[in-house]
């Protein structure tokens, strides 16, 4: 079954004027509702990155689990088409405006309106500590169905003190730092939490695949 809207049915459309045939019976957000497919690279100089973080909208989280999962790059709220590697991981934040921004950008990506980008899954970020409400975690459920997998992240609240340049990277290529004892915390910019590390690795591995078969 055709993955659905989850709200605001009548904004979404069976046609496309682009010229990427649609399959058929698919909604599709309009296009003030998709991001763009960037026409340059978005990497810089050196090495690049194995796999690329789509912020669905402001303030989703992106740059911040670019800065931590070195590996990762943040798009700049397009899709990477001209870039080397164009794996992409949807981030949002889990209130009601993320989750439906979220829910456009899947559509895109099952359109095939991206520019030959490969959506790897979707990283949800906590809007607020604690469970999500009763009609937030169906919204969320609707959305993660559109979605190869979801990593949720979890809430950690000391990286609102940080900036970015505080923060520990991790990398897969170095030791996973030691998980803090009960007497005593670490604080992110010591060393990344253990939920990003653990969503890090599942990341990186579905990237790593997605480069060594296309």
Do not use: N
């Not at 055709?2 to 909604?27: F, K, M, N």
């Not at 931590?68 to 943040?74: I, L, M, Q, Y």
């Not at 790897?120 to 809007?127: C, N, T």
């Amino acid at each position: 079954m055709a993955a659905q809207p989850i709200d605001d049915h009548q904004l979404y459309t069976d046609d496309t004027t682009g010229s990427t045939p649609v399959p058929a019976g698919l909604r599709i957000p309009p296009a003030d509702r998709q991001a763009p497919v960037h026409a340059d690279p978005v990497a810089g100089p050196g090495r690049p990155p194995v796999m690329w973080l789509l912020g669905a909208h402001g303030g989703a989280g992106a740059s911040t689990l670019a800065r931590v999962w070195a590996p990762a790059a943040d798009a700049r709220r397009g899709w990477p088409a001209a870039d080397q590697y164009r794996s992409v991981i949807v981030v949002a934040r889990t209130h009601r405006t993320g989750l439906a921004a979220a829910h456009d950008l899947l559509l895109q990506a099952a359109a095939g309106l991206v520019g030959g980008c490969t959506v790897l899954g979707l990283a949800l970020v906590p809007d607020a500590p604690g469970k999500l409400p009763k009609t937030l975690r169906r919204s969320a459920d609707v959305v993660a169905s559109a979605a190869p997998v979801v990593w949720h992240l979890p809430w950690v609240p000391d990286l609102r003190v940080h900036t970015l340049t505080d923060l520990a990277p991790w990398s897969p290529a170095e030791p996973d730092p030691a998980p803090p004892g009960r007497m005593r915390s670490v604080t992110s910019a010591a060393a990344p939490h253990p939920g990003l590390v653990a969503a890090g690795h599942a990341a990186f591995d579905a990237a790593r695949t997605a480069a060594t078969t296309r």
